[in-house]
C-alpha cells in the first residue's frame, strides 16, 4: 500500500469523539472531555454526550458551543490579511495574524497553523495558513512557479518604461541575478498590477525601488487561484480547499 493510500485509510479510521476534539485544537484531553460531558458538542443537530463515542472523521462536522466545525487532517484556511500584523508567531512590533485566528486553529495536535511565505505588517491581501508542511513546501518552493499576484500603488506615476523594466527583469542589491514580473501592467496613472513567481524577501517594494519608483501601499490579490471571497472582510478567514490552489 502507498503511503498516500495508508495516509487516507489512516484518516478514514473511527475515532473517539474526544479525541476528534483533541485532534482539531480544542484543547487538551481534559478539555475536550469536559466539552462533552457539559452538553456543549453536537454532530448531525444532536448532542453528543459520550467523550469515548466512536465517531468516523470522514465527513465529520462538529457543533462546539454552537459553532460548525468540519473535521480536517490538515488546516488550510484563507486569512484576509488587513495592515497592522506580522505574519510571525513570535512578532517584534505589532500584533501576529495569528491572534486572528480562532483558537483551535491555533492549538491543532498535528502542529501549528502557519502562514505560507509572509507578508510585511503593511500588506494587506491573501493569506494563506496550514499545518501541513508538504503542502508549504510545494507554494512556496521556487521551483513550483506559484503564481501570486499584487495590486500596488505608487509613490510617483507609473511611466511605460518603469513597467518595461519590471517585466524585462532588474537587479536586486543582494543578488546578481535579475528578477522579472510574469505579467506587469499600469492599471491607473499611479498603480500597478504585478505577477511574480517568486518570492524573495520585501521582492515587490524593492522591484519597484530599482526602477525609480516608491510602493506606498501593497495588497495581494491571488496566490495561486485563490482570491478573496466577497464579503470576506479583512481580519476575517474561511476554510479554503486544497484542490483550490
Known sequence: MSKKSSKKSAAARDITLSHALFTQGFGTRRDCDGLVLNGLVSIAGRVADDPDALVSPEGLVLTVEGRDWPWREFALVLLHKPTGYECSQKPKHWPSVMTLLPTPLRWRSGGDVQPVGRLDQD??????????????????????????????????????????????????????????????????EFTLRMMLTEGKYHQ????????????ESLHRRSFGRITIPEGLAPGQWCWIDPQDI
Open 123 to 188: 500588506t494587506t491581501g491573501v493569506l494563506l495558513l496550514t499545518d501541513d508542511g508538504a503542502l508549504i513546501h510545494k507554494l512556496t518552493h521556487p521551483k513550483k512557479h506559484v503564481d501570486k499576484v499584487y495590486e500596488i500603488t505608487c509613490a510617483r506615476p507609473v511611466t511605460p518604461e518603469q513597467v518595461a523594466q519590471l517585466r524585462a527583469g532588474v537587479v536586486l542589491n543582494d543578488d546578481p541575478v535579475p528578477v522579472r514580473s510574469e505579467e506587469c501592467e499600469a492599471t491607473g
Open 204 to 215: 515587490v517594494k524593492r522591484m519597484v525601488a530599482a526602477v525609480g519608483n516608491h510602493v
